[in-house]
T-cell receptor, first 116, second 110 residues
Framework: EAGVTQFPSHSVIEKGQTVTLRCDPI?????LYWYRRVMGKEIKFLLH????????ESGMPNNRFLAERTGGTYSTLKVQPAELEDSGVYFC??????????????FGQGTRLTVV | DAKTTQPNSMESNEEEPVHLPCNHS???????IHWYRQLPSQGPEYVIH???SNVNNRMASLAIAEDRKSSTLILHRATLRDAAVYYC???????????FGDGTTLTVKP
């Protein structure tokens, strides 16, 4: 069974440009999460989808970030326009069971975003 | 979110047991204790979780204090592949929003 996959693995863009990150969760997992680690800091929650609906987007830093999950399958995270402080590693995770605090989350390998 | 406290780093010799501590004094009654690890250039990987009782799986054991304010991840025989950052996380009703913290960087020496 395929795990959580993220594309691209690395992205280098100039300040002011737009970048779109993609996450394909494990098939059948309704819950999809985005996290990020910016330089030197801890991994922080960005948002949570249940199927195609945003369950919690309280961690989104500002309105330059837009996440979508069309059809409740894959998700995209767009940063427009990108700023230098957006550089970091963006992780996606999925889990099968909604709201269960004993549910295991499966993480992708992350997308390393560098804004220059 | 309830916070966890872990040592920044620990060292172990290969083939020896490793005990990774975690303090979570503000844990609530419904929080599960999860451990994840992150190998270099990879995403976090699930290791084990528990609520009150000690737990064992093929990767590790989890010992939970009776008052649940601390726990210990036990790797019975550390291998070089176990070198990673280990995160102790409390997962409550909004499980995905858990705070990762800084984790413990485990170095395994041959």
């Amino acid at each position: 069974e395929a795990g959580v996959t993220q594309f691209p693995s690395h992205s280098v863009i100039e300040k002011g440009q737009t970048v779109t990150l993609r996450c394909d969760p494990i098939s059948g997992h309704d819950n999809l999460y985005w996290y990020r680690r910016v330089m030197g800091k801890e991994i922080k929650f960005l948002l949570h989808f249940v199927k195609e609906s945003k369950q919690d987007e309280s961690g989104m830093p500002n309105n330059r970030f837009l996440a979508e999950r069309t059809g409740g399958t894959y998700s995209t995270l767009k940063v427009q326009p990108a700023e230098l402080e957006d550089s970091g590693v963006y992780f996606c995770a999925s889990s099968l069971i909604e709201g269960r605090s004993d549910a295991e989350a499966f993480f992708g390998q992350g997308t390393r975003l560098t804004v220059v | 979110d309830a916070k966890t406290t872990q040592p920044n780093s620990m060292e172990s010799n290969e083939e020896e047991p490793v005990h990774l501590p975690c303090n979570h004094s503000t844990i609530s009654g419904t929080d599960y204790i999860h451990w994840y690890r992150q190998l270099p250039s990879q995403g976090p990987e699930y290791v084990i979780h528990g609520l009150t009782s000690n737990v064992n799986n093929r990767m590790a054991s989890l010992a939970i204090a009776e008052d649940r304010k601390s726990s210990t991840l036990i790797l019975h025989r550390a291998t070089l592949r176990d070198a990673a950052v280990y995160y102790c996380i409390l997962r409550g009703t909004n499980a995905g929003k858990s705070t990762f913290g800084d984790g413990t960087t485990l170095t395994v020496k041959p």
